[in-house]
């Protein structure tokens, strides 16, 4: 029995000693991966003090239709104005969904403005509020 028990011991010896060099490949590996060079970003342009010019586009002024008038006013505006102002309306009279803060109630103003639904997702809002502008 004795015999047994010091075999045991060795062959628990010898994987305690197998098990270090596998730890020891894991962390080789490691070095490796992280001495391996990262993919190089694409090159930022510099900051020349110069501001970017806004799109042409979207600083033209557009007239609201009359539904879209009653929102936020008849004087014509840039897209962005009109953006900014619909939200405006929509924090001031608290139509955004408390649960889903994505989608806004409308109001009877609004509601016209929407084609009639209810609740409209903001990304569906900007799509319909653009049939409103000429």
């Given at each position: 029995?004795?015999?047994?028990?010091?075999?045991?011991?060795?062959?628990?010896?010898?994987?305690?000693?197998?098990?270090?060099?596998?730890?020891?490949?894991?962390?080789?590996?490691?070095?490796?991966?992280?001495?391996?060079?990262?993919?190089?970003?694409?090159?930022?342009?510099?900051?020349?003090?110069?501001?970017?010019?806004?799109?042409?586009?979207?600083?033209?002024?557009?007239?609201?239709?009359?539904?879209?008038?009653?929102?936020?006013?008849?004087?014509?505006?840039?897209?962005?104005?009109?953006?900014?102002?619909?939200?405006?309306?929509?924090?001031?009279?608290?139509?955004?969904?408390?649960?889903?803060?994505?989608?806004?109630?409308a109001?009877?103003?609004?509601?016209?403005?929407?084609?009639?639904?209810?609740?409209?997702?903001?990304?569906?809002?900007?799509?319909l509020?653009?049939?409103?502008?000429?």
């Amino acid at each position: 029995m004795a015999a047994k028990k010091k075999t045991a011991k060795k062959s628990a010896k010898k994987s305690v000693k197998k098990a270090a060099p596998k730890k020891a490949a894991a962390k080789k590996t490691a070095k490796k991966a992280a001495k391996k060079p990262a993919k190089k970003a694409a090159p930022k342009k510099k900051a020349s003090g110069v501001k970017r010019k806004p799109n042409a586009a979207f600083m033209k002024a557009m007239t609201p239709s009359a539904s879209l008038a009653a929102v936020i006013g008849s004087a014509p505006l840039p897209r962005t104005e009109v953006t900014k102002k619909l939200w405006a309306y929509i924090k001031k009279n608290d139509l955004q969904d408390s649960k889903n803060r994505r989608n806004i109630n409308a109001d009877d103003k609004l509601k016209d403005v929407f084609g009639g639904k209810k609740t409209v997702s903001m990304f569906e809002m900007t799509k319909l509020v653009a049939g409103h502008l000429k």
